[in-house]
């Protein structure tokens, strides 16, 4: 029996981005708005490396900052490539970034950025993922963080 095994066709212009945790590539594309993008999502697939990854493919849309800022922080230790003209123009190991400007909601709800809407600002901290609200300097954990992650 030969080994089963996903062929997906390279994207020419967009974002793809390997080695995601298993369930991370529907949280990545609920959090960045896709507009006019094709969307192609692997789940659960084998991965030598780690046992059971996500792949996800973003073709026709260039990513910003704020939406590279929240793969940065669902799809830790992933791979963000940017392919231009079918070829790797940047390669990203995913890390968690030192700031998310206007990528979290304060769990605080009496922090001024819930009362009057403006941009969040949160200075995160790496292990263990933490985040620190710039205006009213409430501390949220991982899983609040994750929870807390605007919608695209
Ligand atoms: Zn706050």
């Given at each position: 029996m030969s080994e089963k095994k996903i062929h997906i066709s390279p994207i020419k212009n967009g974002t793809a981005i390997d080695h995601?945790?298993?369930?991370?590539s529907l949280k990545i594309l609920e959090a960045i708005?896709?507009?006019d993008a094709t969307c192609t999502a692997a789940m659960n697939v084998e991965s030598k490396k780690m046992g059971r990854k996500d792949i996800l493919f973003i073709e026709g849309k260039e990513l910003n900052e704020t939406e590279m800022d929240k793969i940065r922080i669902l799809g830790k230790n992933g791979t963000m490539n940017i392919i231009k003209d079918s070829k790797i123009s940047k390669k990203e190991s995913i890390d968690y970034p030192n700031e998310a400007k206007g990528i979290l909601t304060c769990?605080?709800?009496?922090?001024i950025t819930n009362k009057e809407g403006l941009i969040t600002k949160f200075s995160l901290k790496k292990n263990p993922l933490s985040a620190k609200c710039f205006y009213c300097e409430k501390s949220m954990d991982k899983k609040e963080i994750m929870n807390s992650i605007k919608k695209g």
């Open positions: 995601l945790p298993v369930g991370t708005n896709v507009n769990a605080n709800e009496k922090c």
